[in-house]
């Protein structure tokens, strides 16, 4: 199995970046895609995608979300971070079956 | 305007059976394949079940291979998830999601279901 390890909690401060990361302990590459897709889900919500294949913004999702990595390491970043943001944020690979990282809670200071 | 509702849950006993559904609406269902992930309470998402679409090919995780089985009926745009020999684990709400085909994200989310499986 793929396992996703990601920091449990992050706290930033209104405007400033916040990098998330998420790192697999197998390579989740594959005929030059990276197999990695960010999520964030707010209490009491379903999940939203933000970023897909590690560095594709998805529809609707603002441009201050951006994601990079390849391999075995991967980041998230939010920049600049808004109350809006506070949430949780998954990763999920999918090169091999799904799995999904624990998440990194998002807070501002 | 893609929806997903999830139907079916509720409080059931260990070991016994809980047949899920999701009803699908705003894009042509039977062209794609979907899925089913799980969060326990303050827990984090796990994925429980795929499907193609024509309902051939059925994928699980080994948590619960042998115990839940995915299916769909393309006629109704209806996705299933039949689970047998609940267990307290087993407790958690349950999304219905529909994965793109070649690159396994999740682009939507039902609303989710809760699923308590206690005595």
């Known amino acids: 199995d793929i396992v996703l390890t990601q920091s449990p909690a992050l706290a930033v401060s209104l405007g400033q970046r916040a990098t998330i990361s998420c790192k697999t302990n197998q390579n989740v590459d594959y005929y030059g895609n990276s197999y990695m897709h960010w999520y964030q889900q707010k209490p009491g919500q379903q999940p939203k995608l933000l970023i897909y294949l590690a560095s594709n913004l998805a529809s609707g999702i603002p441009a201050r979300f951006s994601g990079r990595g390849s391999g075995t390491d991967f980041t998230l970043t939010i920049d600049p971070v808004e109350a809006d943001d506070t949430a949780t944020y998954y990763c999920?690979?999918?090169?091999?079956?799904?799995?999904f990282g624990a998440g990194t809670k998002l807070e501002l200071k | 305007e893609v929806q997903l509702v999830e139907s079916g849950g509720g409080l059931v006993q260990p070991g016994r059976s809980l047949k899920l559904s999701c009803a699908a609406s705003g894009f042509t269902f039977s062209n794609y394949y979907m899925a089913w992930v799980r969060q326990a309470p303050k827990k984090g998402l796990e994925w429980v079940a795929t499907?193609?679409?024509?309902?051939?090919?059925?994928y699980y995780p080994d948590s619960v291979k042998g115990r839940f089985t995915i299916s769909r009926d393309n006629a109704k745009s209806s996705l299933y998830l039949q689970m047998n020999s609940l267990k307290s684990e087993d407790t958690a709400t349950y999304y219905c999601a529909r994965p793109e085909y070649s690159e396994g994200y999740f682009d939507y989310w039902g609303q989710g279901v809760m699923v308590t499986v206690s005595s």
């Open positions: 499907i193609s679409t024509s309902g051939s090919r059925t």
């Open positions: 999920q690979q999918s090169r091999n079956l799904n799995t």
